[in-house]
């Protein structure tokens, strides 16, 4: 039994192996999933967290290069918020095609500057973790 598998097996490690060696350059040409680019004129809009549908996905100006977005054809909402501000858009992703969304935040109606201010440090690992207060 062993030995009907010994050569099959062979092979699938040699795909795997061999998929290591596809450069990045292969996702961009995708032809089933699209491509979310996403730019920010201000240091409000770069700086801010990026929700896809609900699911936290990185800060605007991370979002590029080999850390670009590609999502599975169909509608999504993207959220970009900070403190005080927030920006939303529904699209629809179509496969193979690349989207850019500029980014411009808006002041929240109910936002207010806050009166007194203070400064906590922390030290978190990873130390790119994002962190919440009071769910935003």
Known sequence: MFARWAFPSFIFFFGISSLSAIPRTAAQESKILGEIRLEGATSVDRDAGVWIDGNYVGYVKELKDDKKVF???????????????????????????????????????????????????????????AVFVDGT
Do not use: C, F
């Not at 909402?77 to 496969?95: C, F, K, M």
């Not at 095609?97 to 936002?111: C, G």
């Open 71 to 129: 999502l599975l054809p169909g509608k999504h909402q993207i959220t970009a918020r900070s403190s005080g501000y927030d920006w939303t858009s529904n699209l629809v992703v179509e496969p193979g095609q690349a989207q850019t969304l500029h980014i411009k935040m808006s002041w929240l109606p109910n936002a207010q500057e806050p009166k007194v201010t203070s400064e906590l440090k922390l030290t978190i690992q990873p130390s790119r973790a």
